[in-house]
């Protein structure tokens, strides 16, 4: 009688045992280790970006998927004028558009503003053509941001944490006309890379 007793008391053991390890590992476990980052190494200077994923889900995951292929290694900032924007992510140093994947809907109605410092998605006249192509705003610029029935707006997805001495530095170069594009640095101003450097 106290065998049996002792056998089923072991086997409530083993199951509520194994209950609890069950429930435990069913508990999501706590992965958020902080916003994403991408860090573009550049001939001028560092930039690292930490992106919005919550605000611009679309446009983060186009972004990103762009880094991970190494798209924007080699790529240049192509157009750049002072106190507005500087812009990059599509031309090689050789003036060369790279192919690029469908074009993404526009989000920049998601309350965030292009402010300095903010990163963007560059488009054509329709607002939802932005593929490869980003910039960086010099300044606060109130007139890109999306205002309901009046303008779509450009789409800010993140902004620069670190390196706005390298936005200004590129700012501040000397532009020409090449390949009949305005305000093309006269001496290139190269992404090295751009790698994830954190993130979830």
């Known amino acids: ?14 199951a509520l045992m194994a209950s609890c390890s069950k429930k435990a590992s069913e508990e999501p476990k706590d992965m958020d280790i902080g916003p994403m980052k991408v860090k573009l190494e ?18 983060v995951k186009n972004f990103l998927r762009y880094v991970e292929e190494g798209f924007y290694d080699g790529t240049i900032f192509h157009r750049v004028i002072p106190n507005f924007m500087i ?7 050789e003036m060369v558009k790279k192919e690029m994947h469908a074009p993404i809907v526009n989000e920049a109605g998601n309350g965030l503003k292009n402010d300095r410092g903010t990163i963007a998605m560059a488009r054509t006249a329709d607002p939802d053509s932005a593929t490869s192509q980003f910039f960086i705003n010099h300044k606060n610029n109130d007139s890109l941001n999306y205002v309901e029935n009046r303008n779509p707006g450009y789409a800010v997805f993140g902004k620069v ?14 532009t020409t006309t090449r390949m009949g594009m305005r305000d093309v640095p006269v001496e290139p101003v190269v992404i090295k890379s751009a790698k994830v450097v954190s993130g979830k």
């Open 161 to 174: 944490i670190e390196g706005m001495e390298t936005v200004d530095k590129i700012a501040a170069v000397r």
């Open 1 to 14: 009688m106290i065998r049996k007793f002792w056998f089923s008391t072991l086997l409530m053991a083993v």
């Open 87 to 93: 812009q990059g992510g599509g031309f090689t140093v």
């Open 42 to 59: 550049m001939n001028m200077g560092d930039i690292v970006i930490e992106l919005n994923g919550e605000a611009a889900p679309v446009t």
